[in-house]
């Protein structure tokens, strides 16, 4: 992935700030309120393992594509430390045959990349697809706001990619997908599949997190990783003052406080209260939903853990160990400070790490970011949160004719062409000598890359997902992979794996606002004795108990 989608893709919180949609939805109804058309059978709860007739098989592909140097357990990917020496042709004949422009809606994190006309990359692609896609990239920060203004309005491109972020959060999602996407299940299903035998390499749990209504209904993209955070460190600075990174939570605290020298500009961290949680083994399955020994759902909101990490993360404010631009909220960039060295320690998504490392390593000699192995607050395993969910869906318009949604299924196909072959090496890198160079060790992007290349056509599509070599940083893909493969042994177990759920509008719509007051409360605007009240009235006004009940109906229907 480019920088700016890697580390946009994990950092979800960022770029869901949806209170207004959602509560305006909510107030009026729902996403689809108000109109006439008849929107279709829809339903809150799906018993996934009751549709694996219904699953695309997975199938590899005939080519001698080398094998991964570094193996690892799904959802980990596997990984290649070097390109391989030759690139195979995946696909021989032109997927578009109608010459009809393709309308497509993306994000872009970043200025806006040249469109149709303007762009040998786009050029370059659509020469291969034999049809021109013709992109509207917009503002990924921005991203939810479009999505509910178009799904709203019916007035959707023939391809849109929703990133799975914000499915959670948009009301009445399978209402909007019911009315408004095409049904791919019987052309996909099964072995239907290998019509398009790039998609036919797709792992099975992406395909199982692509249904709504109990059907398939769009296309997934696999997730490269399953981490939604990471603690990173300055290692280069800490092996210079002989420090080393904390093991427990006490540590944490006091390593904090001894790195932290305010008349040098210097803080500890950004806010780390995502990573306290997960060191405090506060749940997270379903956006952090558990099982109680009766057997009845509890949210981390109501459990001790989530107290005592509350605790803990108010103790950090209030010894000022978190850069106070940060505190302010006055759009101060965390990853500038770490990088810059006015904090050590960074909260952060894993597609921070190795751009940041390729970059800075050219500025500061011997720059050096590494994880923090995961550690327990209380003793035991730790737990690492994290989830095989798609990163992002390629939906097809409602109501196109059965010759133009088998041309965009063979376009979303030669698009996700896996590592090895020609055409993902023109999709992730473009054309030789113009958006990328290359020597021994593999490509590197140029200027025009950099400007052109912004993930179009990667974002509606998919790929069989791993770690591609990373010629500026030699030892990353070796690093990142040793480093999951350590961690994926404690990923949290999810009791309602293989259900998938809607989540009430009220309860959606409650998130924000209710994270938005724990946060005040952390940084000392309120008090911790207002934390009962948040919780009651999160229970009562914002969904919480309409969502246990939706949580522990499912369980049941499934037969747990």
């Known amino acids: 992935m480019d920088p700016s989608l890697a580390s946009a893709a994990t950092d979800r919180r960022r770029f869901l700030s949806l209170l207004g949609v959602g509560a305006a939805a909510v107030a009026g109804g729902g996403l689809l309120s108000g ?22 098989n997975q199938k590899n592909l005939d080519l001698a594509i080398p094998k991964p140097d570094v193996l690892s357990t799904r959802p980990v990917p596997d990984g290649y430390t070097s390109f391989p020496p030759e690139l195979f042709d995946a696909i021989t004949e032109k997927p578009g045959t109608s010459g009809q422009e393709i309308s497509a809606m ?30 509207s990239v917009q503002d990924g920060n921005n991203y939810a706001d479009k999505l509910n203004a178009i799904l709203g309005a019916r007035d959707v491109p023939e391809l849109l990619c929703v990133p799975g ?20 299940t019987d052309r996909l299903k099964g072995d239907a599949v290998n019509k398009y035998p790039m998609l036919a390499t797709f792992p099975t749990g992406a395909w ?21 955070w990471m603690m990173f460190q300055r290692k280069d600075l800490l092996d210079a003052a002989g420090l080393t990174a904390p093991t427990t939570i006490d540590q944490l605290l006091e390593l904090g406080k001894e790195v932290t020298d305010t008349a040098k500009g210097v803080w500890a961290f950004n806010d780390i209260f995502a990573m306290v949680q997960m060191y405090h083994k506060v749940p997270a399955s379903k956006q952090g939903w558990r099982l109680k020994s009766d057997g009845t759902p509890e949210f981390k909101y109501e459990t001790p853990e989530y107290r005592a990490a509350v605790e803990f993360m108010i103790k950090v ?38 751009p940041m490392q390729a970059e800075q390593q050219k500025v500061t000699p011997g720059f050096n970011i590494q994880p923090v192995p995961l550690f327990s607050a209380t003793g035991g395993d730790p737990l690492a949160w994290g989830d095989d969910e798609p990163i992002s869906f390629t939906f097809i318009r409602k109501g196109l004719p059965e010759e133009r949604v088998d041309e965009l299924l063979r376009v979303i196909n030669w698009c996700s062409a896996p590592f090895g072959t020609k055409e993902f090496d023109l999709r992730e890198h473009g054309v030789e000598g113009k958006h990328h160079t290359r020597d021994a060790n593999g490509p590197a992007k140029t200027d025009l890359g950099f400007k052109e290349i912004q993930n179009q056509y990667f974002f509606i599509s998919g790929r069989s997902p791993v770690l591609q070599p990373t010629p500026q940083t030699p030892t990353y893909v070796r690093d990142m992979l040793s480093y999951s493969n350590a961690t994926v042994k404690f990923l949290e177990k999810d009791p309602w794996d293989g259900i998938k759920l809607e989540m009430p509008a009220a309860y959606k719509a409650a998130q924000v606002p209710t994270e938005d007051k724990i946060t005040d409360l952390l940084r000392g605007r309120r008090p911790l004795t207002d934390l009962d009240g948040i919780v009651n009235e999160w229970r009562t006004s914002g969904g919480g108990d309409e969502a246990r009940a939706l949580l522990a109906k499912a369980l049941e229907d499934a037969g747990r």
């Open 165 to 184: 972020w914000e499915v959670d959060k948009i009301p009445r999602f399978s209402d909007a997908v019911a009315a408004l996407f095409e049904d791919l």
């Open 106 to 135: 993306t994000p872009a994190w970043g200025p806006a990349p040249p469109g149709l006309g303007q762009s040998a990359y786009l050029d370059a692609i659509n020469a291969e697809l034999g049809v021109p896609v013709n992109f």
């Open 317 to 354: 404010y209030e010894a000022g160990l978190v850069h106070p631009d940060l505190v302010a909220s006055t759009g101060a960039d965390a990853n500038a400070l770490f990088y810059g060295g006015k904090i050590l320690f960074l909260q952060g998504g894993p597609g921070v790490w190795q």
């Open 208 to 228: 199982r997190n692509s249904f709504w209504n109990e059907r398939l209904m769009a296309i997934p993209n696999p997730t490269d990783g399953p981490w939604p």
């Open 35 to 56: 109109c006439s058309k008849e929107v279709g059978s829809t339903t809150s709860t799906q018993d996934l393992d009751k549709l694996s007739a219904l699953v695309p």
